[in-house]
């Protein structure tokens, strides 16, 4: 049997309600040419009663692990497909249509990464410039080196991208931004498409505008270029700390 087209990753810990939903979005596609695996932290025992329900090609791994990004790694080395998807539990296909749009235009096969939008739903405004917008638009340029141009719920990468490289548990909250950035600094190609991939929560970590999280921008970027250049990096992430911050208390 020919491998699927895509394999969905899910990484979850104590999220029933969210996984629920999430599954319920992936079924409701017109496009059924994939795997998903759903990477459990060790939940609870309702978690583990309707995982063990699932059937094909719905699979899961219940195990602690060491966050999001080991649960995503774990995804990737049982993935059977050309393609890798993650969604976060909890978060949802934007149409039902979205897998067929992706996958029928035959000419994004020749791409290594396939990246759309995102429609943000949560009480944090996820944006530090513009309080009214929830779609986060897609970029592939030097401007990675700013801010992330893609985000990992609208992003699918060819496999064979992870061959020799997988996300980097050093970062605990960018890890999805320093392994988007490595493959822009090593040339991965990228293929733009104007469609809102998925609907996500505002609310993570990553929306939180803690330092933490503006200290690893500044280590990732500067041991990907120059130690040279890490008072630009630290200046960048300050101007968006405080831009975070007076949204956040705007």
């Known amino acids: 049997m020919a491998p699927p087209i895509v394999s969905i990753i899910i990484p979850v810990f104590e999220n029933l309600l969210g ?7 992936i079924q409701q596609q017109d496009f059924k040419d994939y795997e998903v695996w759903i990477l459990d932290g060790g939940s609870s025992l ?11 090609p719905f699979y899961y791994q219940s195990r602690v ?3 999001i990004y080991d649960a995503m790694n774990k995804g990737i080395q049982l993935a059977k ?13 934007n149409t039902s249509t979205v897998l067929m749009s992706i996958f029928s235009i035959k000419k994004n096969i020749k791409n290594e990464i396939i990246a759309g939008k995102v429609r943000y739903e949560g009480i944090k405004n996820p944006f530090i410039l513009n309080v009214t917008q929830k779609v986060k638009n897609v970029y592939w340029s030097p401007l990675m080196w700013v801010r992330n141009g893609l985000h990992h719920q609208g992003t699918f990468y060819k496999k064979t991208l992870f061959k020799n490289t997988a996300y980097n548990l050093s970062y605990k909250i960018l ?3 320093h392994l988007n950035l490595n493959l822009y600094k090593n040339k991965a190609i990228c293929k ?3 469609i809102t991939v998925a609907n996500c929560n505002s609310d993570g970590i990553s929306k939180s505008g803690n330092w933490e999280l503006y200290q690893e921008e500044i280590d990732f970027k500067t041991a990907l270029t120059n ?3 890490k008072p630009f990096f630290y200046l960048i992430a300050k101007i968006k700390y405080n831009l975070r ?3 956040l208390n705007g």
């Open 46 to 56: 309702d978690t583990q009663n309707y995982l063990s329900n699932l059937e094909k």
């Open 192 to 194: 733009i498409v104007d």
């Open 245 to 247: 911050k007076r949204t």
């Open 81 to 93: 497909g050309d393609w890798l998807y993650f969604l976060g539990s909890g978060d949802v296909f």
């Open 65 to 67: 692990d060491e966050g």
């Open 175 to 177: 890890a999805d931004y």
């Open 227 to 229: 130690p040279l250049l």
């Open 19 to 25: 996984l629920k939903k999430s599954i319920d979005s």
